[in-house]
């Protein structure tokens, strides 16, 4: 019997939380990446107890065992992209750091997590600060929304002078999402060679979203790691990402959830 031959996908290796609703963290980023036609190699980060309104408590991986975790997979697999969410304490900053000095010629995407979407803090001052020292120079895309942002730039003084900053500290690409604005839209704003490249504008949903951050992060990540370009991968994503959340739902009391996977339903479809 001939079996008919399949190309391999390639693999993102996401760096990321898992959050036990499948809105977020790492469930977010198999979703997006295989709709893009990639796959995760998933490395969990940190342990978190939520529901669709707030992060109630997390706990950090120990760092040796998430460099375990991705050693055995990066020694074995090649790995097309990494993709970094939730990190969960400065030993993991410090343990990505020295894996991503190791593997220099693979694109990184970072969405830096600082809060959860119902305000619970993630990340500390410390680790806010690491990010520049540690991540950002091996960094081809940052994905901040406009309050990260600012905390990881807090002298700049304005959004502009924010991505620049990041790209000062070695970030190729900057795209500031502007979904936390007070704008009849949402305007999302892309950076690249120390300029603004460009801006879109979204409609914006009646609703909060618990996940939009990662689907976008973790969709540029796959098609990057399918040969699209940063740039026209970000033009993509949004789409994409937009799209999932027109189509989402509320699975309980708190946000709305991206519904990632929209063009293989049925039901959807017709909303």
């Known amino acids: 019997m001939n079996q008919k031959s399949t190309s391999t996908p390639p693999i993102v290796m996401s760096f990321s939380g898992n959050d036990p609703t499948g809105g977020a963290g790492i469930q977010a980023d198999i979703e997006a990446v295989m709709s893009m036609g990639a796959r995760v190699a998933p490395v969990i980060t940190a342990l978190t107890v939520q529901d669709t309104q707030n992060v ?70 410390e680790m806010a600060l690491a990010y520049s020292d540690l991540l950002f120079p091996f960094t081809n895309l940052v994905t901040p929304n406009s309050n990260e942002v600012r905390l990881l730039a ?26 936390h604005e007070g704008t009849d839209d949402v305007i999302n704003t892309f950076y690249g060679q120390q300029q603004k490249i460009e801006s879109s504008c979204w409609e914006r949903l009646p609703y909060s979203y618990h996940g939009s951050g990662c689907t976008l992060s973790s969709t540029i990540a796959g098609l990057v790691a399918g040969g699209y370009s940063i740039a026209d991968a970000v033009t993509i994503a949004q789409e994409y990402t937009w799209q999932s959340l027109r189509q989402g739902y509320q699975t309980g009391m708190g946000q709305h959830q991206p519904n990632r996977l929209y063009w293989t339903s049925s039901w959807s479809k017709n909303k």
């Open 56 to 125: 109630k408590h997390f706990s950090a991986t120990d760092p040796n065992l998430l460099v375990a975790q991705a050693r055995q997979v990066l020694e074995d697999i090649p790995i097309a992209v990494f993709k970094i969410g939730m990190i969960g304490s400065i030993e993991n900053i410090n343990a990505i750091h020295n894996i991503l000095h190791d593997y220099p010629s693979v694109p990184v995407i970072i969405d830096p997590i600082i809060s959860a979407g119902g305000g619970m803090s993630l990340t500390t001052e």
């Open 154 to 179: 807090p002298e700049a003084d304005s959004l502009d002078s924010c991505a620049h900053e990041l790209m000062d500290d070695g970030c190729d690409y900057v795209l500031i999402t502007g979904t």
